[in-house]
């Protein structure tokens, strides 16, 4: 993609976040949200077959099933059903992500914006550690650990647990299936990626990735035609030595 294009991509996608700026505001006054956070397309400008907003919510302990309930039921008073996508929430206890640690997840991790400036919560990037393992480069967030609470006697957890099995069975009816593509769900997580991008990702990456070899070899065989080239019209009383970058040094004999 040319730089003009991303640029204009970019753009683009900024006038769309502050053209429902008003119904953020809005979702941050529902309960139980500890996070928001834009993700996927809505942050990259790459919405491959329709523009909504991507949303990565972090839900209070025992309350996600709950929350993506509401968060159901909002979307549909406000009429925005196609515009908004919780199609990842986690709750705080469950912030260190397990399934799928590959280079698209972490770069998903890495580049998720948040949406609730001042919050007290920490990015998730603090919590997986394992992002730089695959990209040493980003500058490292502080780890934070995960408080464990043992909740499993509370009326809060017998709730969740019981809207989550209300979920998961009209699901599995629809014919989804947990853990395959793009999909999970667990008493801590929902990750519905129906449309599961990361086949198409991988290959354009591969592509490039075998694009970018190519090159580098090419320019290889250059610079070693180059170097023969060159010793074959040298000075003989000098030794020719060729630096990687490929600047020509020349030395005494």
């Not at 053209?19 to 928001?36: E, Q, S």
């Not at 309350?63 to 996508?85: D, E, M, P």
Request: charge should be positive.
């Amino acid at each position: 993609i040319g730089a003009g294009k991303r640029d204009s991509d970019l753009a683009d996608n900024d006038i769309f976040i502050n053209r429902h700026a008003k119904v953020i505001r809005w979702l941050r006054k529902l309960p139980w949200i500890r996070g928001i956070y834009y993700s996927g397309g809505t942050v990259h400008g790459s919405h491959l077959l329709k523009k909504d907003l991507d949303l990565f919510i972090v839900a209070h302990s025992c309350r996600i099933w709950l929350l993506y309930t509401l968060l159901k039921g909002f979307a549909l008073v406000v009429r925005k059903r196609s515009i908004l996508c919780f199609n990842y929430l986690v709750d705080e206890s469950a912030l260190v992500i397990h399934h799928q640690r590959d280079l698209y997840t972490a770069h998903q991790l890495a580049c998720l914006q948040t949406a609730l400036p001042g919050s007290d919560m920490p990015e998730p990037l603090h919590y997986n550690q394992w992002v730089y393992d695959l990209f040493p480069n980003l500058e490292k967030a502080k780890p934070v650990p995960v408080e464990k609470r043992d909740v499993s006697s509370s009326w809060w957890y017998w709730m969740n647990l019981t809207v989550m099995g209300l979920w998961t069975g009209w699901w599995s009816r629809k014919g989804l299936k947990n853990r395959q593509g793009g999909i999970l769900w667990d008493f801590h997580r929902i990750k519905l990626h129906t449309r599961d991008h990361r086949p198409f990702v991988y290959k354009k990456y591969q592509a490039l990735l075998q694009d970018v070899k190519l090159r580098i070899l090419a320019s290889n065989r250059q610079m070693a035609s180059s170097a023969y080239k060159y010793s074959q019209t040298r000075d003989p009383g000098t030794v020719v030595t060729f630096a990687i970058n490929g600047e020509k040094e020349r030395e005494p004999k």
